[in-house]
């Protein structure tokens, strides 16, 4: 079971904190480009999967699902 928090952070802060996790944020402010600037952090793993199955202890929340690093060369990514 992921960790839950509820400190609000900036996204920079969250890179430095959680590097190499997998987190769920909720949205508090966006830029234009609808990049998360500052949110609360509800959960964080490791494991992907893990911080996806924690999406039902927020039901009818707007999320965002942040990978804090840089992806293996062997990931698709979407931008």
Request: glycine letters at 6%; a negative charge.
């Amino acid at each position: 079971m992921p960790e839950t928090i509820s400190e609000i952070f900036t996204f920079e802060e969250m890179q430095r904190r959680y590097a190499g996790a997998w987190v769920s944020i909720a949205e508090l402010e966006s830029d234009e480009n609808m990049q998360v600037v500052r949110g609360q952090v509800l959960a964080h793993s490791a494991n992907r999967d893990e911080v996806y199955d924690a999406l039902e202890r927020f039901p009818g929340r707007a999320l965002a699902i942040e990978y804090m690093g840089t992806p293996p060369e062997d990931w698709a990514v979407l931008l």
